[in-house]
């Protein structure tokens, strides 16, 4: 089974140098890891959905339904101008507290730091950009 994508950044970030932080990104690349790490780098990434801590309940770690890998997609109703823009503003934050109940706490906290553009402990770009080049546009 795929590792969910919080325990692939807390590995990356427990390797000491950079091509141990890059072997971990990429034996463990899915579109979700991508799409947190681009959504949290990438300053081009803009999202629709209010900054802070939303109001959500999340899911037990041992019992979550969904997972990132699925969830992921749903991203593309969060971005400005994507395909969510209209869309009413509370059918939106309806979908992401969806996601955010709906997969583990811990990759759900991944998803909030990422619309509040706060930095993945242990990632550069460096790392990033050997790993996936072309997955950041700034």
């Known amino acids: 089974m795929k590792q969910y994508v919080f325990e692939v950044l807390e590995e990356m ?8 932080k890059v072997r971990v990104l990429k034996e463990n690349e899915t579109w979700a890891l991508k799409d ?7 300053s081009t990434i803009q ?5 802070g801590q939303p109001p959500y309940t999340p899911a037990p ?6 997972n ?21 503003k509370y059918k ?7 996601i955010l109940e709906g997969v583990h706490p811990e990759d759900a906290k991944l998803v909030i730091n990422m619309i509040n553009k706060k930095k993945i402990p242990g990632i550069s770009r460096p790392v990033v950009e050997e790993a996936f080049p072309n997955l950041l546009e700034d």
């Open 68 to 88: 990132l890998t699925q969830q992921n997609k749903n991203f593309k109703y969060f971005l400005k101008g994507g395909s969510g823009e209209s869309m009413p």
């Open 61 to 66: 770690a041992h019992a979550h339904p969904a």
């Open 13 to 20: 970030a427990k390797q000491r140098n950079k091509n141990d």
């Open 36 to 42: 947190i790490i681009r959504g949290t780098m990438d």
């Open 92 to 98: 939106r934050e309806q979908i992401f507290i969806g």
């Open 47 to 51: 999202w629709s959905l209010p900054e």
